[in-house]
Every structure is written in C-alpha cells, then in structure tokens.
C-alpha cells in the first residue's frame, strides 16, 4: 500500500492559522483525488476538503468554505491543507486519504489513509 503521511498539525489560537501536509511514500502515485477528513473524540467522521489529482479540481465542506484552501504539488506527491481563521470547532485528528474513484466527500470512495495529526484550537 501507499503510505500517506500527515504532519502540521499542532495549537493554535482561534482565529490562526496552519498548514496541513499529506506527503505520498511511493514515488508512483496517481489517485483519483486525496482527501482530507477529521474526526473528533465521539464524533463521526467528516469530509474536510478534496482535490482530484490531474486536474485539480476541488470540494469543500460547507463549514469550512472560505477559510480553507486544499492544493496540491504532484511533483512532491503532496497535498496542503491551509486553514485559515481557525475556529474551535476545528479542533480535531486529520487525516488524508486517497481514492481511486467516487464522489469526493464520500469516505468509503477513500484508502490508505494516514495516521493523522492533531489539530486544537483554542479559545
């Protein structure tokens, strides 16, 4: 299997900002898309943001449109998370994941996912 590998994650105040990263293992990658989802402590899990791979094309979640951007450098086999205006509720595990076909915010389409970084926002 491919080996995602998140990092960036870390604390931060309300309203900061970080950068995600998702890093491929393999020099040959070529999903569909790589995703972002969180999950908190008793919570289910939830789409974040998405970017198909060749074209670049990308979905976000309604709760986080406007603060964060998801690209991606196919040259690094890595795709960024920038969160921008950070809210508390934002606090969670990320964790990215690839996926070879589907519907972008459907985490059932999603493989090799990462091992995820944790991500708090304070008040």
């Known amino acids: 299997q491919v080996q995602l590998v998140e990092s960036g994650g870390g604390l931060v105040q309300a309203g900061g900002s970080l950068r995600l990263s998702c890093a491929a293992s393999r020099r040959t990658f070529s999903p569909y898309a790589v995703g972002w989802f969180r999950q908190a402590p008793g919570k289910e899990r939830e789409f974040v943001a998405a970017i198909t791979w060749l074209i670049g094309r990308t979905a976000y979640a309604d709760s986080v449109k406007g603060r964060f951007t998801i690209a991606k450098d196919n040259a690094k086999n890595t795709v960024y998370l920038q969160m921008n205006s950070l809210k508390p509720e934002d606090t969670s595990d990320y964790y990215c994941?690839?996926?070879?076909?589907?519907?972008?915010?459907?985490?059932?389409?999603?493989?090799?996912w990462g091992q995820g970084t944790q991500v708090t926002v304070s008040s």
């Open positions: 994941a690839a996926s070879s076909s589907g519907r972008l915010d459907y985490s059932d389409n999603y493989s090799n």
